[in-house]
DNA sequence: GTTGACTGCTTAATATGTTAGTGATTACAT
DNA sequence: ATGTAATCACTAACATATTAAGCAGTCAAC
């Protein structure tokens, strides 16, 4: 009768691992009055010039229906701009204003020094490390991942003993 | 004039990696009506026997203000009892009742059969190097890591251009 | 025995995550 | 040309994340 499972909880451990580093840059986001979603965006846009939302969701990982309220949010704050296609009016194009890439170009030095605090904290080969297991995970040039069998579903939420 | 920061957005990285491995998981754990916070206390509290609610924030990396909602919900589903600790009315207990026990017997098994499912198709060796790797990024046995300075905080946000 | 600091859980407010579905628009096959 | 499927952003509903604050219970110094 084995309590415990033979594999401990891998996506638990990438929560806490990102947690670990995240709380390192947190501060220097929130000084700023931005989420580390918005962070994420104006970081992006920055390197890319100009993105449609669907682009974004891929590349910062935040899914559409999150992404409408972030970038309604960041469009009030004078953020980005948000127009559309005129080829395809279903399709929207995203760039940064003046003032964000002004607040980039502030932020963007200040997010590289906490890299390198934090490069010599861990020492430079972990880093390295962490890089390349990471990419190893994501990249995934392995065929497609086998779903098990589920058993027949039971309401167990509803369901009384 | 450089527009790429030096290091790769290492939180986001994490953020990927681990939706990499979730997918293969949520599935099943919403197959018996659960969420993975929910999932991640139960597996726990499998372990453990009987908890407080601060240990399981600790443990499950859920803050303290989420877990209040999610508790009471489990409850609420009978998947878990709150019972007051006698000797200090501030404190509770959380156990897992017989109906989620049952559960945790049931799923168990088949999140072990894809983790093996996994580890067949990232490879052993890869499945340790992330371990490894995740660990050392955790345990910091570092002393405390400095904080940059931050410049004076300017409101960007209702900033005018 | 009061006061004051502290602890543990909760509430409040706002932002985001997650799943399902809608409406408008475009692309495609007939 | 026209009906159909696919695409894209969005809305809705609910759960969780995040920060700040509240509130009752405990503990210790006075």
Not at 9 to 37: D, M, V, W, Y
Request: include cysteine; hydrophobic fraction near 40%.
């Amino acid at each position: 009768m084995s309590r415990k499972l033979a594999y401990r909880n891998l996506p638990q451990l990438f929560l806490k691992a990102r947690e670990e580093l995240l709380c390192h840059f947190r501060p220097i986001i929130s000084h700023f009055g931005l989420t580390e979603q918005q962070w994420r965006i104006l970081r992006t846009l920055s390197e890319m010039e100009q993105l449609e939302p669907r682009e974004i969701c891929e590349l910062c990982h935040i899914l559409s229906p999150s992404m409408t309220g972030v970038l309604s949010r960041m469009e009030e704050m004078g953020l980005v701009t948000r127009t559309r296609v005129p080829e395809d009016q279903r399709r929207v194009i995203v760039r940064l204003t003046r003032k964000s890439e002004q607040l980039v170009s502030e932020l963007g030095p200040l997010i590289e020094a906490q890299y390198r605090v934090i490069e010599q904290a861990f020492g430079p080969e972990l880093i390295r490390q962490l890089y390349e297991v990471m990419d190893k995970v994501i990249v995934a040039e392995r065929g497609p991942i086998q779903r098990i069998a589920l058993p027949e579903k039971k309401d167990w939420a509803n369901l009384q003993f």
